[in-house]
C-alpha cells in the first residue's frame, strides 16, 4: 500500500542513460513532464550535467554504461535516490565514424561496447527486479542507420541493427511478467552527434529526408513517452521510426 501510495503521488521510477544531453535530455526531461520519478545517468561532462540537473531537478548519476559491474553500481545508488527502476531508455551512445578499410579494431569495439554492451549491461542489472515486480518498461534507443545501414558507420550500424535483436528477444522473454522491450530508431536530429558530421557530407544527408529537416529531440522523446506507458503494455519488441521519413521499414 505505501508502494501504490508513493506511484500516485510521485509516478513510476524511469532512468535514462546518456540522459544529460542531446535526445537523451529531451527524454529524460520528456519523462518528468508525464509525471515520472526520473534520474539521468552519464558519463564524462560533469558540468554539464551538474547545470542539467540544477536546470531540471533531475538527480544525474555518473558510471560507464559499458561496465556491467558500474551499471549495477548506479542501478543501486538511483534506486536508494528515487526508487526501484520501472522504466529503463538506453539512450546511451557514442560514434566513431570511418570507412572500414581504415577502422582500428579500437574504434570498432568502443562503439559495440557502449552501443550494444551498455544495453546488455543495463537491462541485465536492472531485469531481474522487473520481473520481481512483474512490470518493466525497456525503450532501445536504435537508429535508422541500423536500420539501413550508412557508409562510414560499419559499426554503430552493427550496435544499432543488434539493439534491435537484442529488443525482440527481451520482449519475448518478459512479457508474461509485463516487462515490454522496444526499440526507436531516430533519423538524423539535431544533436551535437550530428552536428559533428562533416557540413558536405550532412548536406547530402538532408537531401536524402522527405521532412527536409532535422528531427528534433523532443520528437524522438515523445516515442519514448508512448511506449514508457503503463498502457503500452501490449505494444512488445517494435522498432517505431522516428525519421521524417528518411527510411521506411
Ligand atoms: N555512400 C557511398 N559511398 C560514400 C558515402 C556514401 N554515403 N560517403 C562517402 N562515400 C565514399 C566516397 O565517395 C569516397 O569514395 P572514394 O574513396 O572511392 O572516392 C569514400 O567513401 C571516402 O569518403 P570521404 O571523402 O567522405 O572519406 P573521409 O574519410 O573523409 O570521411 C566519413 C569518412 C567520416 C565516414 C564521412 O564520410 C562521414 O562523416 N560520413 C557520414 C557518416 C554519418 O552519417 N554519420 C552519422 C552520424 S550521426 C548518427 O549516427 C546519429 C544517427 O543515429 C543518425
Known amino acids: 500500500m505505501q508502494i501504490e501510495a508513493r506511484k500516485e503521488r510521485t ?6 542513460t546518456g540522459g544529460t544531453t542531446g535526445i537523451g535530455a529531451a527524454i529524460s526531461e520528456a519523462l518528468l513532464a508525464a509525471g515520472y520519478r526520473v534520474a539521468a545517468n552519464y558519463l564524462g561532462n560533469m558540468p554539464l550535467a551538474e547545470a542539467f540537473s540544477a536546470r531540471t531537478g533531475i538527480p544525474v548519476f ?31 551512445g557514442i ?8 577502422m582500428t579494431a579500437a ?6 561496447d557502449v552501443d550494444l ?16 515486480r512483474r512490470f518493466g518498461r525497456i525503450v532501445n534507443i536504435s537508429s535508422v542507420n541500423g536500420l539501413s545501414g550508412q557508409a562510414g558507420q560499419t559499426n554503430y550500424a552493427a550496435a544499432k541493427a543488434g539493439l534491435i535483436g537484442f529488443t525482440k528477444s527481451l520482449a519475448l522473454e518478459g512479457a508474461s ?26 548536406e547530402q ?3 536524402a529526408v522527405p521532412a527536409g529537416r532535422l528531427g528534433l529531440p523532443s520528437e524522438i ?22 525519421n521524417g521519413g528518411k527510411y521506411l521499414a
Not at 107 to 112: A, D, H, L
Not at 120 to 127: K, S
Not at 184 to 197: F, K, L, N, Q
Open 11 to 16: 509516478g513510476r521510477v524511469a532512468l535514462v
Open 62 to 92: 555518473e558510471w560507464n554504461v559499458a561496465d556491467l559491474a558500474a551499471c549495477n553500481d548506479g542501478v543501486a545508488c538511483v534506486q536508494a535516490a528515487i526508487g526501484a527502476v520501472e522504466v529503463l531508455v538506453n539512450n546511451a
Open 95 to 102: 560514434t566513431r565514424d570511418v570507412m572500414l578499410h581504415k
Open 107 to 112: 574504434q570498432w569495439r568502443e562503439v559495440i
Open 117 to 132: 554492451g551498455g544495453c546488455f549491461a543495463m537491462c541485465r542489472a536492472v531485469i531481474e527486479g522487473m520481473r520481481e
Open 177 to 202: 511478467r509485463n516487462i515490454t522491450t522496444n526499440a526507436i530508431a531516430p533519423g538524423y536530429t539535431d544533436t551535437a552527434m550530428v552536428s559533428a558530421v562533416r557540413p558536405d557530407v550532412m
Open 205 to 207: 544527408i538532408l537531401k
Open 221 to 242: 522523446a515523445r516515442g519514448a513517452v508512448f511506449l514508457a506507458a503503463d498502457d503500452a503494455g501490449f505494444i512488445n519488441g517494435i522498432t517505431l521510426s522516428i
